[in-house]
């Protein structure tokens, strides 16, 4: 059985924290004039194409996975196949893609798919509804807490 327990423990990623930091640092060095803050707060977020938070969350949540896409302004990110390594004969593959601007639970669409060992082979095998779901729930958590932090920072 896939182990989701890796997808819940995922934290925020230093790349794109040190990336936060450059861009605050280079608006800070536009001296002079006084410019209105921006709400980064706003569940609207499209400077990428779609919602920043759920795009964020995404990237966390399968930052353990090899990705083969991953296009922000189309909101589709895709992975390579993933092995657990304490369950070498199992492997996964995920889909996501973020529909709308919006954060809504309704703007996230996850598939996944599954093969097992056999023979020397890969074959297909079924995904439990339940790994999609907390798949999701991991995601729409994490895009919560990400804009709860930025309205109360």
Avoid: H
């Amino acid at each position: 059985m896939f182990q989701l327990s890796v997808l819940a423990s995922r934290s925020r990623r230093p790349a794109a924290l040190a990336l936060l930091g450059l861009v605050a640092l280079g608006l800070s060095a536009c001296g002079g004039r006084e410019r209105p803050r921006a709400d980064l707060a706003a569940s609207q977020v499209t400077t990428i194409g779609v919602n920043s938070y759920l795009w964020r969350a995404s990237l966390d949540a399968l930052s353990f996975m090899p990705l083969l896409q991953a296009d922000s302004s189309g909101g589709v990110i895709i992975t390579d196949w993933y092995a657990n390594p304490s369950n070498p004969n199992e492997r996964m593959k995920v889909t996501v893609s973020i529909l709308d601007q919006d954060l809504r639970a309704d703007a996230l669409r996850v598939a996944a798919s599954r093969q097992v060992a056999q023979g020397g082979a890969w074959v297909d095998a079924p995904v439990q509804a339940a790994t999609v779901q907390k798949l999701e729930e991991i995601i729409l958590t994490r895009a919560r807490d990400l804009r709860r932090s930025a309205i109360e920072g």
